[in-house]
Nanobody, 124 residues
């Protein structure tokens, strides 16, 4: 069982930046991703990264968000720049149990482990 712990959320103004972190308490060898869920909406894929660093972003965050991972520390980061009010959501870290997979799944059902979520609020 992989336990994931997110941190770094908060309240910011439009145009500001935030950096989210997600640390695995044990080895995380699969694809990792970030999802978000706004009130009244379904959880949506934001970005994913494979063990070797291949990434996939949803269109709405391309050019503003950057994902990275430190395999030695079982940690993935999400740098969010030029934040918009529509980025407001609870952000969840997720991990695929398939070790060293080259796939980046964009549906929540493709991930096996989840963090507790961290709130990101962007005011206009």
């Amino acid at each position: 069982q992989v336990q994931l712990v997110e941190s770094g959320g908060g309240l910011v103004q439009a145009g500001d930046s935030l950096r989210l972190s997600c640390a695995g308490r044990t080895f995380v060898g699969g694809t990792m991703g970030w999802f978000r869920q706004a009130p009244g909406k379904e959880r949506e894929f934001v970005v994913g990264i494979t063990w070797t660093g291949t990434t996939t972003y949803t269109d709405s965050v391309k050019g503003r968000f950057t994902i990275s991972r430190d395999n030695g520390k079982n940690t993935v980061f999400l740098q969010m720049n030029s934040l918009k009010p529509e980025d407001t959501a609870v952000y969840y870290c997720a991990a695929d149990k398939r070790l060293f997979s080259t796939r980046i799944l964009t549906t929540a059902g493709g991930y096996d482990y989840w963090g507790q979520g961290t709130q990101v609020t962007v005011s206009s």
